[in-house]
């Protein structure tokens, strides 16, 4: 499985943005799906993952109830819609693939090249 992550981009605090992960390969409806961040000097974190269906989502305390994770697995594609964006919101994010929607980064096989969210105050 590839992944490409895009849509990320400068918004002001209180902003929304739409982040995209597509996927190629036939078995990206077989595989959970999650979104770290990693900040400058910071470790990457997990922000929120989907299992293979979309009937589970999972969300750092961080982001829960701003941030909405969801799949079309017809299009190969998985989403994270952020809304009431804060400064500290900035960070390169990363969508992965793995076979359960895990906080930790080593439960997933594969990973895109990372999107720049920046949020300015």
């Known amino acids: 499985v ?13 902003g929304s943005l739409r982040l995209s992960c597509a996927a190629s390969g036939r078995t990206f409806s077989s595989y ?5 961040r990693q900040a400058p000097g910071k470790e990457r974190e997990f922000v929120a993952g ?8 999972y969300y750092a305390d961080s982001v829960k109830g ?3 994770v969801s ?5 190969n594609t998985v989403y994270l819609q ?3 964006l804060k ?6 994010y990363y969508c992965a ?14 990973w895109g090249q990372g999107t720049q969210v920046t949020v300015s105050s």
């Not at 989907?50 to 989502?57: A, F």
């Open 2 to 14: 590839q992944l490409q992550a895009f849509g990320g981009g400068l918004v002001q605090a209180g």
């Open 32 to 36: 959970a799906m999650g979104w770290f």
């Open 50 to 57: 989907i299992n293979w269906r979309g009937g589970s989502t």
């Open 66 to 68: 701003r941030f909405t």
């Open 71 to 75: 799949r079309d697995n017809a299009k």
């Open 82 to 84: 952020m809304n009431s």
């Open 87 to 92: 400064p500290e919101d900035t960070a390169v």
């Open 97 to 110: 693939a793995g076979r359960v929607a895990a906080v930790s980064e080593w439960r997933y096989d594969y």
